[in-house]
């Protein structure tokens, strides 16, 4: 992620501080023209690594507004078995961040989720345009 357009948290895995990531991302989330519905799967994506980390000790989250996307990273997690391990419910992370977000990547000990935003979705111009 570009440093220039890097928004960096480090929060404690508590529960109640998830609100404070949700309230950034969705700032961003703003700035990038996202839908409603993308920011609620960008948010139920970060909330669900955010319960694979568990609830102790603290994670850092980077989001970023890139041109056609929002990334966010969160790390460094203890992810014993990676994305792919069922958690509680019986669900695979990897499936469930797949449903919500463009992309997933386990980068070490961090997990990297993006969406596309508007301008992400919008078709390119077979020829360009100009004067």
Same mark, same amino acid.
């Given at each position: 992620?570009?440093d220039?357009?890097?928004?960096?948290?480090?929060?404690?895995?508590?529960?109640?501080?998830?609100?404070?990531?949700?309230?950034?991302?969705?700032g961003?989330?703003?700035?990038?023209?996202?839908?409603?519905?993308?920011?609620?799967?960008?948010?139920?994506?970060?909330?669900?690594?955010?319960?694979?980390?568990?609830?102790?000790?603290?994670?850092?989250? %980077?989001?970023?507004?890139? %041109?056609r996307?929002?990334?966010?990273?969160?790390?460094?997690?203890a992810?014993?078995?990676?994305?792919?391990?069922?958690?509680?419910?019986?669900?695979?992370?990897?499936?469930?961040?797949?449903?919500?977000?463009? %992309?997933?990547?386990?980068?070490?000990?961090?997990?990297?989720?993006?969406?596309a935003?508007?301008?992400?979705?919008?078709?390119?111009?077979?020829?360009?345009?100009?004067?």
């Open positions: 992620m570009n220039g357009e890097l928004v960096r948290l480090t929060l404690p895995l508590d529960r109640r501080f998830r609100s404070v990531a949700n309230l950034v991302l969705g961003i989330a703003l700035r990038g023209n996202l839908s409603l519905e993308a920011l609620e799967d960008l948010q139920l994506a970060l909330g669900a690594v955010l319960d694979r980390a568990g609830s102790e000790g603290r994670a850092t989250v %980077e989001l970023a507004l890139g %041109e996307s929002v990334g966010v990273r969160v790390g460094p997690l992810l014993a078995g990676g994305l792919g391990r069922a958690g509680r419910g019986g669900f695979d992370l990897q499936r469930v961040l797949a449903a919500l977000v463009d %992309e997933v990547e386990l980068e070490g000990d961090w997990v990297r989720l993006s969406k935003t508007a301008a992400g979705l919008l078709p390119r111009p077979a020829v360009p345009s100009g004067p």
